[in-house]
């Protein structure tokens, strides 16, 4: 059994101001807490939940005796998570400061200081006792509700001062059986693109991640120069945050569609997805070159690990497994004769110091995470004949037709139509050519 999970956001209805401004002190309170448990995180290298808890539990609840008495360990949560990211963020050498700052808060809420309450409201715990939250229910919601998607026990809450309603972070929890692959289908994922190979076939989508992650990151530094200069700092920030929005919405949206469509097709077939298994260094050949280092960690958490996340999750939802294989050396040797192949100049292209035949460097790493998945056992010595996936058809391994990959461009995908579906428009694009 595997446990897939969706947030879903609902609004409150606008809360009387009586009500309204009890959630305004409960912030406060709350966000004193947090503010507190970080900075002591922080200073004294605490990073686990249960050790902030341990320490900080009986005099931060003497200080609140008013709250309920949850609010403390989810605020020690809160701050433990907060504390975390932190400190991993400092250890790569990218945080701007020496403490967190604690600028947004949601309020961490857990099964005791919140209840369903029916379909369209939910009771939350106060320091003013129990309050009654209606809640404007929408489609997204009821698609939950209706294929059997059930409530986890925590939630958050956030403030919407102008228009004093509550946004409430739903949680829907999932659990679905694992089916046994009848093969495998791998995933490559690279800054600039993502590919598979199905049944033998490579698929290149283009996601130009690198491009999009670049372009803003470029054109808000300019921007920035500029405001700065003719309006002062605070129109500054009011443009940082919408440009912050719409780029993460923006890479989301790739992430998603990209994750749909391959996590789809695995589905499909009842195959098994295989994935490199990721380092936690953001130096990744390709990726290496770009100096900043924040950009550089921007970059690798949008297309590595943003993409890799979204099939996870997706892959979850709907039971499909998931194989991780050791990385190394999948682009560098050649799957058929097992030699080095040599690339030039930073080229996608290589040639195969064994045959003599071209490769493209993303189709060798899928030949390399499939090989490496059918032996098990991540080794990298793959045996080039007599490949056969797992439902006896035979793999065209070898054929020039298996060292090109169908690019698939993003307009395409985007439409989030079914591979085949997606193939013949390809090679009808390619025909026009
Ligand atoms: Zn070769």
Redesign the pocket.
Known sequence: MVKATRTVIVRSIKLPRRIFSVFVELEGMYRNMVEQLVLFSIKNNVKSFARLKALKYRETRNLYPHLPSHYVYTACQDASTRAKSFLRLKKLGLAKREYPEVKRVSIWLDDHVWKPNGYTSIRIATHKGWVTIEFEPHKQYWRYVNRGWRLASETKIKLDKRNRQLIIYLTFVKEVEEYKPKGYLPVDVNEDNVTILLDGVAYLFETNMKTLVLGYYYRRKSIQERCDKLYGVRSRIKRKVMRKLKERAKKQDVRRKIASNIVETAYEKQYAIVLEKLGKKPANNMIKKIKDRQLRHRIFQASFRGIQRAIEEKARELGVPLIYVNPKHTSKL??????P?NYDNSSRIGR??????L?HRDVVACWNLYLKALRGDGSIAPS?IGLVPLDGSPVPLGSTATHDPIRVPRPVWARRKSLPQTQFTTILNRMKR
């Open positions: 050649c799957p058929i004769h097992n030699a192949i195969c110091s064994g045959g003599g035949e490769w080039p």
